[in-house]
């Protein structure tokens, strides 16, 4: 037994210090680090060969016909980063967008873009540059290529960043429809403080809960039985449990708008509630080895009980959730809880399955 409990502080102790003091890898997803002139220049060069193509394409088609085929010519990868064609519409009163990778904001008003845009974030943190498709138009010249910095949330990692555009103007009818269109990189992340590990925002005393769990009921395992594959099966669950919620807490995550959030929490609640057919099952199963194996029917039982327990209080409300906060973090718990539930319900079918084989 005291082997066990020391055990369990060790491994208590490298998860609290593995945890905190071991930062999360930060996946610069999208960003084209440019930390020279050269590489720089290198991938200037690549949009403004792209664009070129684009460009002299409209100098043979009409506009319409121009704007389905940059339609069909506006993705492109360079080193393993998607890029994409985006093209503004001037106009005296508001400049418009007709191309963008989201094909729903397409034909939007400058004001209409920007509403729309900002709703794919979790709230309007940073200030975006507004005004940079007007901005481009103003600095824009016919078979010139121009570059402008500015605020942005990129479409492909749906974040706030920090983005360098290569753009030129278009032109038709004589200048009677005019606008920029351009091609940009991100150079930086602005919402990496937005990233965590589970373990910043999960409910400290529902995981105490589940370390607990983890640490008695490998002293009951021990408790119900001296034979020596008692005492193995009470480290091997001790080690199982603590490798979840180890796993658990260190898995990253990125907040994200409060309403996908409630989403979540709903469709985990649908889950947890979708267990309860498995109550009859495992009465069934108590009931099937209650006579004949009393060892493995105290076991099943306790087992059984704790997963009740965690899925009880995984159901539990909180009626202080008034930020984004404090939904991720009922977002996390209710997860973690769940998921330990299924963990030691499978945990039950092998112990029952275990029993039927070696009972033929």
């Known amino acids: 037994m005291k ?27 999208n960003i084209v ?4 002139e050269k590489k720089e220049e290198k991938i200037q ?10 460009i002299d394409a409209s100098h043979k088609m009409s506009y319409t016909d121009w704007l389905t085929y940059l339609k069909k010519n506006s993705n492109y990868e360079y080193e393993g980063n998607k890029l994409y064609v985006f093209a ?10 007709v191309n963008y990778p989201d094909k729903t904001l397409n034909n939007s008003s400058q004001t209409d873009f920007f509403s729309k845009l900002t709703e794919t974030t979790i709230k ?5 540059s507004i005004d940079a498709p007007k ?58 403080n937005n990233k965590y590990k589970n373990f910043q925002y999960i409910y400290k005393p529902e995981l105490l809960l589940g370390s607990v769990i983890s640490i008695i009921l490998s002293l009951f395992i021990i408790k119900i039985d001296s034979r020596k594959y008692y005492k193995t099966k009470a480290f091997v669950y001790l080690i199982i449990f603590n490798i979840y919620i180890f796993l658990f807490i ?13 989403q979540k929490i709903k469709k985990i609640n649908s889950s947890i509630l979708s267990l309860s057919f498995l109550s009859s099952i495992f009465l069934f199963i108590l009931t099937n080895v209650r006579t004949k194996n009393n060892s493995l029917f105290i076991e ?15 159901i539990y409300k909180s009626t202080n959730q008034n930020s984004i906060f404090d939904i991720t973090g009922a977002t996390i718990t209710n997860t973690f809880l769940y998921n330990y539930a299924v963990l030691i319900n499978f945990i039950i079918f092998i112990n029952f399955f275990n029993y039927l084989f070696y009972k033929k």
């Not at 680090?33 to 020279?36: G, Q």
């Not at 060069?45 to 684009?54: G, M």
């Not at 099943?300 to 995984?314: R, V």
């Open 135 to 192: 901005n481009m138009f103003l600095l824009s010249k016919l078979n010139t290529f121009d570059t402008l910095t500015y605020f942005w949330i990129d479409y492909n990692i749906k974040d706030y960043v920090k983005k360098k555009s290569v753009f030129t103007k278009f032109s038709f009818d004589n200048s009677k429809i005019t606008g920029i269109i351009g091609m940009g990189y991100n150079i930086e992340n602005l919402n990496l």
């Open 250 to 262: 260190n898995i990253p995550g990125n907040l994200i708008k409060i309403n996908d959030e409630n």
């Open 300 to 314: 099943l039982s306790l087992l059984f009980s704790i997963s009740i327990i965690l899925l009880l209080t995984s």
């Open 3 to 29: 082997q066990l409990i020391i055990t369990y502080i060790i491994i208590v102790i490298f998860q609290l210090i593995y945890t905190i003091y071991v930062p999360m890898s930060i996946d610069n997803e």
């Open 33 to 36: 680090i440019v930390d020279d």
């Open 124 to 128: 309007k943190k940073y200030n975006l």
């Open 45 to 54: 060069n690549f949009i403004k060969e792209k664009l070129k193509i684009l």
């Open 88 to 97: 503004w519409k001037y106009s005296d009163i508001e400049m418009s967008v």
